[in-house]
Each structure stands twice: as C-alpha cells, then as structure tokens.
C-alpha cells in the first residue's frame, strides 16, 4: 500500500500539471486572437467596408423574416421596456413604504443610467449579435469557408472577426439610445399611469438627479461591452470544431464567457468611475 502510492499521486499531479499548462496555452491563443483582430481593424475599414455595411443591416436591424420584428432593436427596447418597469413598480412601493414615493424619478434616473441599462442592454448584445456571430463563423469553419478565404487571398481575421467587432460598436450605440429611452419611458409611464403620481413631480426629481456625465459613462460602458462580447464570439465562432455539435457548443460557451465578461466590464468600470466619491449628492 505504501509503495504504490507514490504511483497513485504522481500520475494525478502531472495531470493537474497539464491542464494547467493546457489553460494557459489556450487563453494565449485567445489573447493573440484578440489582439490579431483588433489590429486588423484597418484592413476592415479599408479594404472590407462593403462587408461592414452588410454586417451593420444583419445585425440591427436583421434580414429575411427576421426584419419584420425589428430584429436586434425590438429584442433590446423589449427588454429594457420591462426593467424600467420594474424600476418603476420596486422603486414606488419601496419609497412609499417611508413616505418619499416622490423620488421614484429618482431611482429611475440613478439605477437605469449606472447599473440597469448597461447590464441588459450587454445581456441582449450576447444573445442575440453575439450568439448569431459565433453561430455564423462557426458554420463557415465546419464547412471550410473560411480555410477557403485564406486561399483566394482574404484576410480571413479582419474580413470576419474584425468587421463583426467594428459592426458591434457601430451598432449598439443607437441600440444603447433605444435602450436607454425605452427604461426612461417605462419608468415614468408606469409611475405617473398606474400609480397615479404627479408628472411634474416625477420630472422634478428625474430631471434633478439625472447627471449628463453618467449618460456619457454609461455609454462608454455600453461600447466596451460591445467590443468585448463581439470579440469572445468571434473567437469561438472562429475555431470552432466537431461539425455542427461543436458549433452549438462553441455558441454556449461564448455567450456564458461573454455575459460573464460584460458584467465584469460594468463592474471595473463602475469601480474605476464612482469607486470614490460615487459621484452623486442625494440634496440635489
């Protein structure tokens, strides 16, 4: 029993030991794949911009069936329509509960702008562009489309990876708009409507806690969760294997990877921004 143990540990720490170092050899694949394709954003623009105009249709507004609901734009106003209507339904019963239901303006001006918004907008951003992306390459990779690029002298990174990324960027800014309108407009419908307060109070209190500065914030939060997202799927999308269960694989994991990420771009953003002062001043 004593001698065979040795036998026993030392097959078991040189597995752990490889898959260590199997972990590291794929976040560096996936790092220089990063850095590949955001290098290659010049090639993109220059040379690839027909693809990026088609990329920039597919992705807002969708194609085929797909475009008679709007696509991504619908899916993303849905989305934020019901968390700002939440706000509103929380944050009324909640001020009423010690008497200050008035600052529910407040609420909507503070936890839409700061945490809410970016938080679903990325959440959509993943499952609907994101899924799709990696979903897309991976079809091409299975089917050798894109080993068929490299051939024919395509840049293969930049004319699928690099485009999908800069398609990203353009398109969650009016994304973000709409998303940030549709929480604005859920929270003061639902407050004023069905609760009965008072307009005026409610765009009192909005108006007074609304920081134009958090708005600008909020969007630069919003457009690093794009390149983020877009870049875990292309990557996964890009090298995928094992025919079509590994593309619907590959689609898993990018989206867990990628809402794990965003919500991590939220965080150090929040903690980089208001981790000090907080950048906020409840007298108005």
Do not use: K
Not at 37 to 54: C, F, G, K, P, Q
Not at 196 to 214: A, E, I, K, M, R
Request: charged share 10%; proline share 2%.
């Amino acid at each position: 029993m004593i001698s065979g143990a040795p036998s026993q540990i030392h097959p078991r720490l040189r597995r752990v030991f490889t898959e260590r170092v199997e972990g590291l050899e794929r976040t560096g694949v996936q790092a220089r794949f990063y850095f590949q394709t955001i290098a290659s954003t010049r090639d993109a623009l220059v040379h690839y911009h027909t693809e990026l105009i088609r990329l920039i249709a597919q992705m807002s507004l969708g194609t085929g069936a797909l475009a008679i609901i709007g696509g991504t734009v619908v899916i993303v106003g849905f989305l934020t329509l019901s968390t700002g209507a939440l706000v509103a339904v929380q944050g009324y019963n909640q001020f009423a509960n010690v008497g200050v239901e008035a600052l529910t303006g407040f609420a909507s001006a503070y936890f839409n702008v700061r945490l809410i918004a970016p938080v679903i907008a990325g959440i959509a951003l993943a499952a609907t562009i994101g899924a799709g992306a990696t979903a897309q390459l991976g079809a091409m990779r299975i089917n050798e489309e894109i080993d068929a690029l490299e051939v024919i002298g395509v840049r293969s990174i930049a004319y699928l990876a690099s485009n999908r990324v800069l398609a990203g960027v353009i398109v969650v800014i009016p994304l973000y708009c709409i998303a940030m309108l549709s929480a604005f407009f859920a929270a003061r419908f639902g407050t004023t409507f069905f609760y009965g307060q008072s307009s005026g109070v409610y765009d009192h209190y909005f108006n007074t806690f609304l920081n134009p500065q958090d708005i600008i914030w909020s969007f630069l939060q919003a457009v690093l969760m794009a390149v983020v997202i877009m870049l875990v799927h292309t990557y996964y999308g890009y090298t995928a294997t094992g025919g079509p269960a590994g593309v619907g694989e590959a689609v898993g994991r990018a989206v867990r990877t990628s809402m794990i990420a965003a919500v991590f771009v939220v965080l150090f953003i929040s903690l980089a921004i208001y981790g000090q002062s907080g950048n906020f001043n409840l007298s108005g």
